[in-house]
């Protein structure tokens, strides 16, 4: 018996429309007064956060509601530090003369299930001097990324199999099977090939429009088939066996 085999690699890239937008904002304040300057980011961080827990309607038990426009806020980095201005900018040149400058930080994000509030949002928070929008990133629920992911590996898995099927063809074999599979790490989109839509484009430089979340698999399938004797190849397919695609 003869053993024939190939090691294909199949590919598969899906896309879908974001269901969430998770925010991340930071608030900072400056001063000679470490107590002033604490004050203002916390006073900026209620008041937010006020408006955010508006919007993130709960059940009795603390469980976020299903039609929650806002289903998570959480601080991501809270930070007070103490600086001195350079003496270059004391007339004195004393150090002892410098003041004494007081940063604080408070970093928060928040993951919102309706744009439209989250639109909204945004407009209040550039009512707020020391508040700014750093980022957005746009996701998916839990069990849409599940179902996408095995979409997806299902969808790389029948691509090595077609190409399969067609190698086979061409040397005159009926079937062969996948013996082994392994996940691989895809090739990286390219983004020229993702069509580009309209931007909502805040004063932020952050681009508020929706963009697709985009999922790409590889795996790399070893078949094989077992063959009776004098199974005989033309030489100018020999090239298949082992390709890499």
């Known amino acids: 018996m003869t053993r024939f085999t190939m090691t294909l690699r199949g590919h598969y890239t899906a896309r879908h429309f974001p269901e969430r937008a998770r925010i991340h904002l930071i608030i900072e304040s400056s001063g000679e007064s470490a107590e002033t300057v604490s004050q203002e980011v916390t006073s900026t961080y209620d008041s937010l956060r006020e408006i955010l827990e508006a919007l993130c309607l709960r059940e009795e038990n603390g469980t976020v509601k299903p039609e929650a426009a806002v289903s998570n806020i959480s601080v991501s980095h809270t930070h007070l530090a103490l600086a001195s201005k350079d003496r270059n900018e004391n007339e004195t040149g004393d150090v002892s003369d410098n003041p004494r400058i007081h940063y604080a930080t408070i970093a928060f994000y928040a993951i919102f299930c309706d744009f439209d509030e989250m639109y ?119 090239s298949l066996i082992g390709s890499y695609y």
């Not at 969808?155 to 392994?182: E, H, Q, T, W």
């Open 120 to 238: 909204e949002f945004v407009q209040k928070l550039d009512g707020y001097h020391n508040a700014r929008l750093n980022d957005v990133s746009w996701r998916l629920t839990d069990s849409t990324n599940y179902g996408v992911g095995a979409q997806l590996r299902k969808g790389a898995f029948r691509d090595a199999v077609r190409k399969a099927k067609a190698y086979s063809a061409v040397i005159g074999l009926d079937k062969v099977k996948a013996v082994n599979l392994k996940e691989i790490e895809p090739q990286p989109l390219n983004p020229s090939a993702s069509p580009q839509g309209p931007t909502y484009r805040h004063s932020s430089g952050v681009d508020l429009m929706p963009r697709d979340v985009v999922f790409n698999c590889a795996v790399e399938v070893y078949f094989e088939k077992l063959c009776g004797f004098g199974l005989s190849m033309p030489p100018a397919h020999n």
